[in-house]
């Protein structure tokens, strides 16, 4: 493949527009700074944030930010500035990449029964009621109706515990098969906009395939490889919580999701060697040292 960091082409995916350069900074610490707690130099960071055309100010904003968040631990040694994560955020990043990693793998077929919570909390009561609604949102439930919420999976366990948590009692969970002749309109897939939903997985397939392109007829350079790789991680982390992994015998047919993560899989672990290789360039520019400890990882291995 070819090795050049020419700037990527116009066309590459960026980013999401609403992710902020602490997101970004966490997310390239966790991909390329794969289980280590050293401290890099505060300028590397800001290189590195470079890459994707965040300012130097913005860059060490971020930092701050983090660090005051208590996911950045910050160290000195004489004028230089060095940042490593915490070990909260080691931790969450390990949590969630493994969630990201395994999303979309085909499972076991679906038991065809429901967890159902139906609750009622009272309208002025505005704080639990939100923190119900976000909370059952997390373990993949969505509203089938204002105050009965339903999820495909077994999550008796997950919802009490909100529930109990929250000191709500005024509800009741149970698990349930769907009757036949019922209204198709009361059908529980509908709690999900499945059309907005194909949208989303089609606008992935649409947007990295001539990244999948060019990296098949190694046209890819080490800079696009980070950029494109990190923008795809940025893309697909945001899958699972509009997606609660649906079964696939609820879904309509040729539903896009096996071919969008085939895509996540082939291009996350395909760039992974350049994207790697454009992040040591970078860090080694300010500590050749610290360069040598950068690592990452693929979604089959957990590692390079």
Do not use: C
Request: charged share 25%; proline share 6%.
């Amino acid at each position: 493949m070819s090795m050049q960091s020419a700037s990527p082409p116009a066309d590459l995916p960026r980013v999401q527009a609403g992710g902020s350069p602490q997101h970004l900074l966490l997310t390239l610490l966790g991909d390329y700074w794969y289980g280590q707690r050293a401290p890099l130099p505060s300028a590397a960071l800001v290189a590195l944030l470079g890459e994707f055309d965040i300012t130097e100010v913005s860059a060490r904003a971020a930092l701050s930010r983090l660090a005051r968040r208590g996911l950045l631990e910050q160290s000195k040694s004489g004028r230089r500035t060095s940042y490593a994560l915490s070990e909260r955020a080691a931790g969450v990043l390990t949590e969630g990449r493994g969630h990201i990693l395994s999303f979309g793998i085909e499972r076991t077929p679906w038991t065809g029964r429901w967890t159902v919570a139906a609750f009622s909390v009272p309208e002025d009561d505005r704080s639990r009621r939100h923190a119900l609604r976000t909370r059952l949102g997390w373990h993949g439930f969505a509203p089938l109706y204002d105050g009965l919420w339903v999820s495909p999976h077994e999550r008796v366990t997950e919802v009490t515990a909100i529930l109990s948590e929250l000191d709500i009692d005024r509800a009741t969970v149970f698990t349930a098969e769907l009757a036949d002749g019922g209204p198709t309109g009361g059908h529980p897939i509908n709690a999900w906009d499945l059309a907005a939903l194909r949208a989303e997985y089609e606008r992935i397939l649409a947007a990295y395939e001539p990244v999948r392109r060019r990296w098949r007829t190694g046209r890819i350079g080490t800079a696009e490889a980070l950029v494109a790789r990190t923008a795809l991680m940025d893309d697909w982390r945001t899958m699972p919580s509009l997606d609660p992994e649906l079964p696939t015998e609820l879904l309509p047919a040729h539903w896009p999701r096996a071919a969008a993560r085939a895509l996540f899989v082939e291009l996350y672990d395909g760039l992974t060697g350049l994207a790697e290789q454009r992040v040591v360039q970078v860090v080694a520019g300010h500590d050749p040292d610290l360069a040598a400890l950068v690592r990452t990882h693929t979604s089959r291995t957990g590692d390079t």
